[in-house]
């Protein structure tokens, strides 16, 4: 399995922004897919994940109410929806998935960087 992720951008605080991360090279119905963040100078921080099979979602204290995850089994595609966006979300966001049999995410798209202004 790759994973790629992409939408990030600038924006201003308040704003929205819908990150994708596309999923390719098997099937990917027993997987769950994560997204992380990572701010300069911080550890890497988990956001939230989706079961792919069944659309179970969790979501870490800092992302419940504003952020939400949803994915596209056609397209193969998950979503990480960014909304009333803080100068403190500006990081990194990552896409990672790990098959159910394990335990530990595996495999890791490249990022993209969201910046939000003041």
């Known amino acids: 399995v790759q994973l790629q992720a992409f939408g990030g951008g600038l924006v201003q605080a308040g704003g929205s922004l819908r990150l994708s991360c596309a999923a390719s090279g098997r099937t990917f119905s027993n997987y769950i897919m994560g997204w992380f963040r990572q701010a300069p100078g911080k550890e890497r921080e988990f956001v939230g994940s989706i079961n792919w099979s069944v659309g179970r979602v969790v979501y870490a204290d800092s992302a419940e109410g504003r952020f939400t995850i949803s994915r596209d089994k056609v397209k193969n595609t998950g979503y990480l929806q960014l909304n009333s966006l803080k100068p403190e979300d500006t990081a990194i966001y990552y896409c990672?998935?790990?098959?159910?049999?394990?335990?530990?995410?595996?495999?890791w798209g490249q990022g993209t960087q969201v910046t939000v202004s003041s």
């Open positions: 990672a998935a790990y098959h159910r049999g394990q335990t530990e995410y595996s495999v």
